[in-house]
Antibody, heavy 121, light 105 residues
Framework: EVQLVESGGGLVQPGRSLRLSCAAS????????MHWVRQAPGKGLEWVSG????????GYADSVKGRFTISRDNAKNSLYLQMNSLRAEDTALYYC??????????????WGQGTMVTVSS | EIVLTQSPGTLSLSPGERATLSCRAS???????LAWYQQKPGQAPRLLIY???SRATGIPDRFSGSGSGTDFTLTISRLEPEDFAVYYC??????FGGGTKVEIK
Protein backbone atom coordinates (compact mmCIF):
# COMPACT_ATOMS: atom_id res chain seq x y z
CA GLU A 1 0.00 0.00 0.00
CA VAL A 2 1.29 3.43 -0.96
CA GLN A 3 1.54 5.49 2.21
CA LEU A 4 2.95 8.72 3.58
CA VAL A 5 3.06 9.23 7.34
CA GLU A 6 4.01 12.60 8.80
CA SER A 7 5.33 13.16 12.31
CA GLY A 8 7.04 15.80 14.42
CA GLY A 9 4.27 18.34 14.82
CA GLY A 10 3.30 19.90 18.12
CA LEU A 11 3.01 23.09 20.14
CA VAL A 12 6.03 25.39 19.89
CA GLN A 13 6.73 28.95 21.01
CA PRO A 14 7.28 31.76 18.50
CA GLY A 15 10.88 31.99 17.38
CA ARG A 16 11.64 28.34 18.15
CA SER A 17 12.33 25.47 15.75
CA LEU A 18 10.65 22.22 14.79
CA ARG A 19 11.55 19.40 12.42
CA LEU A 20 8.87 17.50 10.54
CA SER A 21 9.39 14.05 9.05
CA CYS A 22 7.51 12.07 6.44
CA ALA A 23 7.97 8.31 6.10
CA ALA A 24 7.16 6.88 2.68
CA SER A 25 6.29 3.29 1.83
CA UNK A 26 4.76 1.28 -0.99
CA UNK A 27 6.58 3.02 -3.86
CA UNK A 28 10.13 3.69 -5.06
CA UNK A 29 10.78 6.85 -3.05
CA UNK A 30 13.85 8.02 -4.95
CA UNK A 31 11.96 8.03 -8.26
CA UNK A 32 9.79 10.98 -7.27
CA UNK A 33 9.89 14.59 -6.19
CA MET A 34 8.24 15.33 -2.85
CA HIS A 35 6.51 18.32 -1.29
CA TRP A 36 5.20 19.91 1.88
CA VAL A 37 1.81 21.62 1.73
CA ARG A 38 0.11 23.30 4.69
CA GLN A 39 -3.41 24.27 5.62
CA ALA A 40 -4.16 26.76 8.36
CA PRO A 41 -7.32 25.99 10.39
CA GLY A 42 -10.38 26.70 8.24
CA LYS A 43 -8.28 27.98 5.35
CA GLY A 44 -7.11 26.78 1.94
CA LEU A 45 -4.04 24.88 0.80
CA GLU A 46 -0.62 26.54 0.63
CA TRP A 47 2.36 24.90 -1.06
CA VAL A 48 5.36 25.26 1.26
CA SER A 49 8.31 23.55 -0.38
CA GLY A 50 9.30 20.88 -2.88
CA UNK A 51 12.40 18.80 -3.64
CA UNK A 52 13.28 16.78 -6.72
CA UNK A 53 14.23 13.11 -6.57
CA UNK A 54 17.95 13.76 -6.18
CA UNK A 55 17.66 17.03 -4.20
CA UNK A 56 19.02 18.86 -7.23
CA UNK A 57 16.00 21.14 -7.51
CA UNK A 58 14.43 22.75 -4.44
CA GLY A 59 11.77 25.41 -4.15
CA TYR A 60 10.12 27.38 -1.35
CA ALA A 61 7.10 29.61 -0.95
CA ASP A 62 8.08 33.23 -0.33
CA SER A 63 6.37 33.01 3.07
CA VAL A 64 8.92 30.47 4.36
CA LYS A 65 12.03 31.24 2.31
CA GLY A 66 15.08 31.67 4.53
CA ARG A 67 13.36 30.05 7.54
CA PHE A 68 12.42 26.55 6.36
CA THR A 69 14.70 23.90 4.82
CA ILE A 70 13.47 20.84 2.97
CA SER A 71 15.61 17.72 2.66
CA ARG A 72 15.31 14.03 1.92
CA ASP A 73 17.12 10.80 2.71
CA ASN A 74 16.45 8.34 -0.09
CA ALA A 75 18.16 5.53 1.82
CA LYS A 76 15.61 5.97 4.61
CA ASN A 77 12.62 6.73 2.33
CA SER A 78 12.11 9.92 4.29
CA LEU A 79 11.33 13.58 3.69
CA TYR A 80 12.04 16.33 6.19
CA LEU A 81 11.14 19.95 6.85
CA GLN A 82 13.32 21.95 9.23
CA MET A 83 11.33 24.94 10.41
CA ASN A 84 13.20 27.76 12.16
CA SER A 85 12.09 31.16 13.50
CA LEU A 86 8.51 29.96 13.68
CA ARG A 87 5.69 32.50 13.68
CA ALA A 88 2.04 32.36 14.69
CA GLU A 89 1.09 32.41 11.01
CA ASP A 90 2.93 29.11 10.50
CA THR A 91 0.23 27.39 12.55
CA ALA A 92 -1.26 24.78 10.23
CA LEU A 93 -1.71 21.14 9.35
CA TYR A 94 1.36 20.16 7.36
CA TYR A 95 0.91 17.55 4.63
CA CYS A 96 3.59 15.55 2.91
CA UNK A 97 2.74 14.90 -0.76
CA UNK A 98 4.24 12.76 -3.51
CA UNK A 99 4.81 14.25 -6.95
CA UNK A 100 3.78 12.28 -10.03
CA UNK A 101 7.25 12.89 -11.53
CA UNK A 102 10.88 12.96 -10.50
CA UNK A 103 10.95 16.74 -10.77
CA UNK A 104 11.23 19.61 -10.99
CA UNK A 105 7.58 19.74 -9.96
CA UNK A 106 4.28 18.34 -11.22
CA UNK A 107 0.91 17.31 -9.74
CA UNK A 108 0.64 15.62 -6.33
CA UNK A 109 -0.97 12.19 -6.43
CA UNK A 110 -0.43 10.81 -2.92
CA TRP A 111 -0.92 12.74 0.33
CA GLY A 112 -0.34 11.91 3.97
CA GLN A 113 -2.87 12.68 6.69
CA GLY A 114 -0.84 15.59 8.02
CA THR A 115 0.84 16.67 11.25
CA MET A 116 -0.39 19.70 13.17
CA VAL A 117 1.98 22.53 14.06
CA THR A 118 0.79 25.16 16.52
CA VAL A 119 2.95 28.21 17.16
CA SER A 120 1.87 29.98 20.32
CA SER A 121 3.30 31.33 23.53
CA GLU B 1 4.43 34.53 -9.07
CA ILE B 2 1.23 33.28 -10.69
CA VAL B 3 -1.97 33.93 -8.73
CA LEU B 4 -4.89 31.54 -9.23
CA THR B 5 -8.39 32.91 -8.62
CA GLN B 6 -11.24 30.42 -8.23
CA SER B 7 -14.90 31.25 -8.66
CA PRO B 8 -17.46 31.08 -7.32
CA GLY B 9 -16.39 30.82 -3.70
CA THR B 10 -19.40 28.65 -2.95
CA LEU B 11 -21.67 26.73 -5.31
CA SER B 12 -25.03 25.55 -3.96
CA LEU B 13 -26.45 22.73 -6.06
CA SER B 14 -28.64 19.65 -5.77
CA PRO B 15 -27.57 16.06 -6.44
CA GLY B 16 -27.86 15.29 -10.13
CA GLU B 17 -27.11 18.86 -11.20
CA ARG B 18 -24.09 19.99 -13.21
CA ALA B 19 -21.30 21.89 -11.47
CA THR B 20 -18.97 24.26 -13.30
CA LEU B 21 -15.96 25.59 -11.38
CA SER B 22 -13.60 28.24 -12.70
CA CYS B 23 -9.89 28.83 -12.13
CA ARG B 24 -8.27 31.93 -13.64
CA ALA B 25 -4.51 32.52 -13.64
CA SER B 26 -2.84 35.92 -13.47
CA UNK B 27 -0.41 34.79 -16.19
CA UNK B 28 -0.48 32.03 -18.74
CA UNK B 29 0.10 28.58 -17.19
CA UNK B 30 2.74 26.78 -19.27
CA UNK B 31 1.71 23.70 -21.23
CA UNK B 32 -1.48 23.23 -19.25
CA UNK B 33 0.43 22.53 -16.03
CA LEU B 34 -2.78 22.77 -14.08
CA ALA B 35 -4.25 20.29 -11.60
CA TRP B 36 -7.51 20.00 -9.67
CA TYR B 37 -7.95 18.48 -6.22
CA GLN B 38 -10.94 17.53 -4.08
CA GLN B 39 -10.90 17.83 -0.31
CA LYS B 40 -13.57 16.58 2.06
CA PRO B 41 -13.76 17.64 5.73
CA GLY B 42 -11.11 15.97 7.86
CA GLN B 43 -9.42 14.38 4.85
CA ALA B 44 -6.32 15.05 2.81
CA PRO B 45 -6.76 16.42 -0.71
CA ARG B 46 -7.18 13.98 -3.59
CA LEU B 47 -5.86 14.52 -7.11
CA LEU B 48 -8.70 14.63 -9.65
CA ILE B 49 -7.28 16.16 -12.83
CA TYR B 50 -3.74 16.78 -14.10
CA UNK B 51 -2.49 18.40 -17.29
CA UNK B 52 -5.69 20.48 -17.21
CA UNK B 53 -7.82 17.67 -18.66
CA SER B 54 -6.50 14.19 -17.78
CA ARG B 55 -8.31 12.28 -15.04
CA ALA B 56 -6.17 10.75 -12.31
CA THR B 57 -6.36 7.04 -11.60
CA GLY B 58 -9.76 5.93 -10.28
CA ILE B 59 -11.52 9.24 -10.88
CA PRO B 60 -15.05 8.81 -12.29
CA ASP B 61 -15.73 10.15 -15.77
CA ARG B 62 -18.34 12.59 -14.48
CA PHE B 63 -15.31 14.76 -13.60
CA SER B 64 -13.74 16.60 -16.51
CA GLY B 65 -11.23 19.40 -16.88
CA SER B 66 -10.72 21.85 -19.70
CA GLY B 67 -9.01 25.10 -20.57
CA SER B 68 -5.61 26.51 -21.41
CA GLY B 69 -3.56 29.65 -20.97
CA THR B 70 -5.21 31.58 -18.15
CA ASP B 71 -8.72 30.08 -17.99
CA PHE B 72 -9.48 26.60 -16.72
CA THR B 73 -12.69 24.79 -15.79
CA LEU B 74 -13.59 21.74 -13.72
CA THR B 75 -16.97 20.25 -14.61
CA ILE B 76 -18.89 17.65 -12.64
CA SER B 77 -21.56 16.43 -15.03
CA ARG B 78 -24.02 15.05 -12.48
CA LEU B 79 -23.35 15.62 -8.81
CA GLU B 80 -23.32 12.55 -6.59
CA PRO B 81 -23.75 12.90 -2.79
CA GLU B 82 -20.03 12.17 -2.30
CA ASP B 83 -19.01 15.06 -4.59
CA PHE B 84 -19.97 17.79 -2.12
CA ALA B 85 -16.58 19.05 -1.03
CA VAL B 86 -14.03 21.81 -1.58
CA TYR B 87 -12.15 21.90 -4.88
CA TYR B 88 -8.77 23.51 -5.48
CA CYS B 89 -6.86 24.24 -8.66
CA UNK B 90 -3.07 24.33 -8.62
CA UNK B 91 -0.29 25.37 -10.90
CA UNK B 92 2.08 22.41 -10.99
CA UNK B 93 4.27 22.16 -7.94
CA UNK B 94 3.22 25.50 -6.56
CA UNK B 95 0.40 27.97 -6.06
CA PHE B 96 -3.09 26.79 -5.16
CA GLY B 97 -6.27 28.70 -5.81
CA GLY B 98 -8.43 29.74 -2.90
CA GLY B 99 -10.92 26.93 -3.42
CA THR B 100 -14.58 26.50 -4.37
CA LYS B 101 -16.94 24.85 -1.92
CA VAL B 102 -19.66 22.78 -3.55
CA GLU B 103 -22.49 22.47 -1.04
CA ILE B 104 -25.87 20.81 -1.05
CA LYS B 105 -28.70 23.19 -1.87
Amino acid sequence: EVQLVESGGGLVQPGRSLRLSCAASGFTFDDYAMHWVRQAPGKGLEWVSGISWNSGSIGYADSVKGRFTISRDNAKNSLYLQMNSLRAEDTALYYCAKDVSSGPFDAFDIWGQGTMVTVSS
Amino acid sequence: EIVLTQSPGTLSLSPGERATLSCRASQSVSSSYLAWYQQKPGQAPRLLIYGASSRATGIPDRFSGSGSGTDFTLTISRLEPEDFAVYYCQQYGGTFGGGTKVEIK
